[in-house]
Structure formats: structure tokens, C-alpha cells
């Protein structure tokens, strides 16, 4: 027994065994799953292929309702009218993983001390593993005015689907007057792609001639021109360079679409309000938690999935994990801090089965037998 709590307990990862699941549970839910994976982006979709190849075809779900599939780091470049639109965009069928069951159904509740997940459609899936990946959540509505004034034109956002080609048209359709791009109050995914498109519609308007009748500013909520020093250190040339005007602790709070006007607070002087007059308008908008981690018992206490930065496995629930925008991990939020994720999350959950199944093994086989059998 003194061997089986060792194991259960793998000191020099971190990771915890589960010895005992509620297997009750699946008795009642519709559908049952060894892993279970909510949200197919990035992270879900690598897992769903991962996850597939370590337990076995049929054994793992992904839980996803779009029926399409956005590869988002090519928007900036849609934004900058580089790509269309539609090269971001796979049939969702098309990328899951053959052998893997897609669920088309959105997660309503997670309720990890039953290991069921409840979809809006009334669905009730059980599971063994649950891995969550669902992405971070926008909060065009943060700011008043939005997202009502993406009706009008002069304005985009890279960071929809909905909103990508409205950049590119304001862009395209540039006279002359301010061009203003912005960063939020709040953690972002990708927090360089705010950056990219200030520097991709420098580009364009040099290229068509209209640079000079174009004021370029980037007003950022943060203290910094970027998170990392060495790279800010170069930023701060290239923006001099190519007379880009950085206004630091500027929170956009208000957009007036009908008059073309930005509002912006300085965050060190709250209260104190600028008005900007704009001929295009990016905008990034604030962004926090997914609600329905933040809405169950897997959430710090922000929201974000609370998770072992050294294994991803969760901290108070040994059979969840997760990867991604949603989590608390403390990486950047990219798709290439996903690509790195997915490899040590893989890990832990190889391990974890090996243990479990020795457990499993050690526990249905005499003792007598164990050092012949095992030689340990
Ligand atoms: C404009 C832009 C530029 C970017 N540029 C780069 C870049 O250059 N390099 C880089 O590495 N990264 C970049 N990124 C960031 C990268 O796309 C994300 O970090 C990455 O997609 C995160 O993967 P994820 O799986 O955590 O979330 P996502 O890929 O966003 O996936 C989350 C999934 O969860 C699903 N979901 C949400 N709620 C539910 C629910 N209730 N039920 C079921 N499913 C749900 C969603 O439909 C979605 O499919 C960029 C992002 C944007 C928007």
C-alpha cells in the first residue's frame, strides 16, 4: 500500500494521480468519454489529435459549435488587405482529427465534482480527463458606443471575424486625418498584433502615396511600448523612424462613430478624458476570462483556468487540465505558447496513465508475483 500512495502522489513532476473518479455520474449523461476536450481552436484541436494518438480512437471528444475553424494570426495581415478572409477559414469538420468525436454543442456548465459537462443543447457528457481549451473572451461592449459603431465605416478590428474586413476598408478608403490604433486595459491574445497593423498601414499608406497627409498614433493603455524591454528597446527606433506617435496610459472608453471621435482616458489621471478625431480607427478590444470557466469551480480568482504552471494540470482537480488563451499560465497568450503547451500537457497525461495503469496493475496481481512480473 505504502508503494501505491507513492505513486499516487509523482513528487518530481507535481503530478497528481486520480485514484478514485466519480463514475456515478456517466450512469446518467447521455454520453461518456475517457477525455473529453471543450473548445476546438488552437489548443483543442492540437490536444483532440494528441490525445487521440495516446488513448485510442473513440475514446476522446472535442466539444466545439462553430462549424468553422479560424486559424486568427492571419487577420492581421486580412486587416492589412495581405489575405482574404476566407484563407483563415477551414470547415471545422475538416480539422478534427479523424477518430476524434466531434460534439457540435457549445459548453454551458462544467461540473468537475461530478465530471460532467452540461451543453446547451441539454446535452450531459461525462468524462474521465477533461482537458479545457476555450480560448479568451472579447469585450467590444467594455467600450460605450461599441460594438454599434462597426455600422459605420472608419472603423475595424482585427481581433473578430465579424470585424476584420471593416480594418481593411478603412484603410482602402484613407484620405487624410488621423489614423489611431489601441490597446487595452486588460490582458490580449497576441499582444503584438495591436502593434502589427499600425506598422502593416504605415506600410500601405507609403506604398499609395497618402503617408503624408496620415497622423499615425498608437494609444496604449500600458506604461510601455511592449511587455518585453529588449524588444520594446527596438520598437521604440523603428517608431521614431517611421514617425509613429505613441501615447501611453490612453484608455480607449468611448467610440462616437457618427462624428468619427475616440475617447480616451489617461489612466494615471483618471477622470481626465482626450478626445480624438479619427479617419480610421483599429481597435483591440478589452478581453478577460471565458465565462463558463470563470463560472465554475475551475477558475482563480479572476477567472482564468487555475492551473500547475509546471505540468498544466489543474490545481485542485487531478483530472483536468488545460492549455491556452483561457488559463492562468504565465506565458503570453499566442498560438506558439500553445504549440509549447501541447507538448509538456501531452506529457503529463502520458505519465499519468503509465502510473495509473501500473496502479491498476500492482492492484490485480498477487504480491507474490510482483517482483518477478515487474521486477521491482
Ligand atoms: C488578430 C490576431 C492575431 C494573432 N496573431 C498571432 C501570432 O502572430 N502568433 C501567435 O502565436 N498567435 C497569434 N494570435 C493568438 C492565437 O490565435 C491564440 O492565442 C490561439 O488561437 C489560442 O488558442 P486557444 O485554443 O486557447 O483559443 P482559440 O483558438 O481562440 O479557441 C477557443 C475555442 O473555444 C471555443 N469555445 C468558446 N466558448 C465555447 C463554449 N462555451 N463551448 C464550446 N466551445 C467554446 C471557440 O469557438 C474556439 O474555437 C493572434 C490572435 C488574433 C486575434
Known amino acids: 500500500m505504502a508503494a501505491l500512495r507513492r505513486l499516487q502522489k509523482c513528487q518530481s513532476s507535481g503530478i497528481t494521480v486520480i485514484s478514485h473518479l466519480h463514475t456515478s455520474s456517466h450512469v446518467s449523461a447521455n454520453m461518456h468519454y475517457k477525455m473529453l476536450v471543450l473548445g476546438g481552436g488552437s489548443g483543442g484541436i492540437a490536444m483532440g489529435a494528441r490525445m487521440k494518438r495516446l488513448m485510442g480512437a473513440g475514446n476522446v471528444a472535442v466539444v466545439e459549435p462553430s462549424e468553422t475553424h479560424y486559424y486568427q494570426p492571419i487577420w492581421t495581415l486580412v486587416g492589412a488587405g495581405a489575405k482574404k478572409a476566407t484563407s483563415s477559414a477551414r470547415p471545422t469538420a475538416s480539422v478534427m482529427p479523424s477518430g476524434v468525436k466531434w460534439v457540435k454543442s457549445k459548453v454551458q456548465e462544467i461540473n468537475p465534482d461530478t465530471n460532467t459537462v452540461r451543453t446547451d443543447d441539454g446535452k450531459e457528457i461525462s468524462y474521465e480527463y477533461l482537458i479545457v481549451a476555450l480560448g479568451i473572451q472579447l469585450h467590444f461592449e467594455k467600450i460605450k458606443g461599441l460594438p454599434e459603431a462597426f455600422e459605420h465605416p472608419k472603423i475595424g478590428s482585427n481581433y473578430s471575424i465579424q470585424t476584420v474586413d471593416k480594418t481593411w476598408k478603412a484603410l482602402k478608403d484613407f484620405k487624410e486625418g488621423n489614423a489611431v490604433f489601441t490597446f ?34 498608437y494609444n496604449t493603455s500600458l506604461p510601455v511600448l511592449f511587455g518585453i524591454k529588449k524588444y520594446a528597446d527596438s520598437l521604440w527606433e523603428i517608431v521614431k523612424q517611421r514617425d509613429l506617435q505613441i501615447n501611453l496610459r490612453q484608455n480607449l472608453i468611448e467610440v462616437r462613430a ?83 503547451q501541447s507538448a509538456v500537457l501531452s506529457r503529463t497525461i502520458s505519465r499519468i496513465l503509465k502510473i495509473r495503469n501500473l496502479i491498476k496493475f500492482m492492484m490485480a496481481t498477487p504480491l507474490a508475483h510482483w517482483s518477478q512480473a515487474t521486477n521491482l
Open 184 to 217: 487595452p486595459n486588460t490582458p490580449v491574445k497576441c499582444a503584438g498584433a495591436p502593434q502589427k497593423i499600425m506598422y502593416l498601414s504605415d506600410a500601405y499608406l507609403r506604398k499609395t502615396g497618402k503617408r503624408n497627409k496620415a497622423k499615425i498614433m
Open 258 to 340: 457618427d462624428k468619427q471621435e475616440a475617447v480616451f482616458e489617461n489612466l494615471d489621471k483618471p477622470g481626465e478624458t482626450t478626445v480624438v478625431e479619427y479617419e480610421m480607427l483599429h481597435v483591440t478590444p478589452p478581453m478577460g476570462p471565458n465565462p463558463i470557466v470563470k463560472n465554475s469551480p475551475l477558475g482563480d480568482e479572476v477567472g482564468w483556468l487555475d492551473l500547475n504552471k509546471d505540468n498544466l494540470q489543474h490545481k485542485k482537480y487531478p483530472n483536468v487540465f488545460g492549455i491556452g488563451d483561457c488559463t492562468n499560465l504565465p506565458t503570453a497568450k499566442t498560438g506558439a505558447a500553445v504549440a509549447a
